[in-house]
């Protein structure tokens, strides 16, 4: 066997979370990150993940992956997870410290009513729950099964609902009907929802409390991690455990910080699963030290970048735009996006082009552009989304990007 030797870096070189040290000279030993990635000497060091040309890779020996992944992510960037099951472990003891953070521990029985992808929902929120003890039934949200999935919430006497703010609003819905048609009780056994995966408005939360007679929380998740939770305390700002993720944010100027007002970065300790530089998450907040009467937390602000978020979990990403926009060239160059998010969990999605291509009207370009994705014509034929083509001959003429996103309003 031929000795390999290792380069332990200095660790005073290391300005960052108290695990820097750890993961930048991991980094180095397992040439985590090559090629257009610079040198890492410390945390410093490490780059922004969408300034990159390529995604970094490995050049060293992987250990076996549980699963693997493929995600656009918030920003629109297009990456493949794999996730070992160290990684694994370490996601689902991350939501689980969240979960306890929030009230959730071995007495209670949670419904999960989330997508099953392995982002903000499903398969680890169900395991995270698992882990803390509590009786979990996991349900997905496709909207015929809803109904079911609220009347056994209501047979199993469950006290913890965990669910994005569109389907909440959808069940609730349901929950009415079936009380005027007598087949739901007049009373829930509920006594909280955590709200994950889409930013929800007071009103919403405020209907959902009177309505229900719950307390409402919200988890902030963001691509492939559930980065923190709702303080109880002081709701609408969010904390998080620095033993998971290091938050930090670039400012308009390019620089990054710890506090401030900027677009939303993270770092994870998690040993293989990408990524494990900086990265951008499509997010803008105010990144607030910790004081003598308040820890560390952050407010987030609004959704930024080459994506936008629709109900139920469903993300419209950049390449997928990018697709749509190809199709209709060389005569449409230029796709406008607006998501338009209104109270009660709905959405109007307005897509404009600066010409419609030959053989091709209005009506048959929302057809072609819901042929791109189930789950966006899921959700359009669920109700959850409204969505209408414009013309607007003029639409990049001043110059600007070819896909122009904007995301306004809240669920």
Request: proline share 6%.
């Amino acid at each position: 066997m031929v000795a390999t030797k290792t380069k332990i870096l200095p660790a005073t070189r290391c300005h960052g979370p108290s695990w820097a040290g750890e993961v930048v000279a991991r980094m180095e030993v397992n040439k985590r990150s090559v090629r257009d990635t610079p040198r890492v000497d410390c945390w410093a060091d490490l780059p922004v993940m969408t300034h990159l040309p390529l995604l970094p890779r490995w050049l060293g020996e992987r250990t076996p992956f549980k699963r693997i992944y493929l995600s656009s992510g918030t920003s629109g960037t297009p990456k493949r997870i794999p996730f070992s099951d160290r990684d694994w472990r370490e996601m689902v003891a991350c939501r689980a410290d969240c979960l306890t953070a929030l009230g959730i521990d071995h007495t209670s029985r949670a419904v999960v009513v989330t997508p099953f992808s392995p982002w903000f929902s499903g398969d680890n929120l169900s395991e995270a729950l698992t882990t803390i003890g509590a009786s979990v039934f996991a349900a997905g949200a496709y909207r015929p099964h809803l109904s079911s999935a609220l009347a056994i919430l209501h047979k199993l006497a469950s006290d913890t609902l965990i669910t994005l703010p569109s389907t909440a609003m959808t069940l609730l819905g349901i929950l009415e009907e079936g009380r005027v048609m007598g087949v739901l009780p007049p009373r829930s056994p509920l006594r909280r929802v955590i709200l994950v995966g889409e930013q929800a408005s007071e009103k919403l939360r405020a209907t959902l409390e009177n309505q229900w007679g719950v307390t409402t929380h919200m988890l902030f998740a963001a691509s492939e991690a559930v980065i923190g939770h709702e303080d109880p305390v002081h709701p609408g700002s969010y904390r998080w455990n620095r033993q998971w993720v290091h938050l930090e944010v670039k400012r308009d100027d390019g620089s990054i910080h710890e506090s401030g007002e900027g677009e939303l970065l993270v770092s994870r300790r998690w040993s293989e699963a990408s990524p494990v530089v900086r990265y951008a998450l499509g997010d803008r907040v105010v990144m607030r030290p910790a004081t003598t009467d308040r820890p560390e937390h952050f407010i987030h602000l609004y959704r930024q970048g080459q994506a936008c978020q629709l109900p139920a979990g469903v993300t419209i990403d950049f390449p997928l735009l990018e697709r749509f926009l190809e199709s209709l060239r060389p005569s449409t160059t230029t796709l406008g996006v607006q998501a338009i998010h209104h109270e009660g969990g709905y959405t109007n999605l307005v897509l404009t082009v600066n010409h419609i291509p030959d053989g091709h009207s209005l009506d048959s370009l929302a057809e072609h552009f819901t042929g791109f994705s189930m789950d966006i014509a899921d959700v359009i034929a669920s109700g959850f989304v409204t969505l209408r083509i414009t013309l607007d001959p003029t639409l990049g003429t001043a110059g600007g990007k070819a896909i122009q996103v904007r995301e306004t309003g809240s669920w």
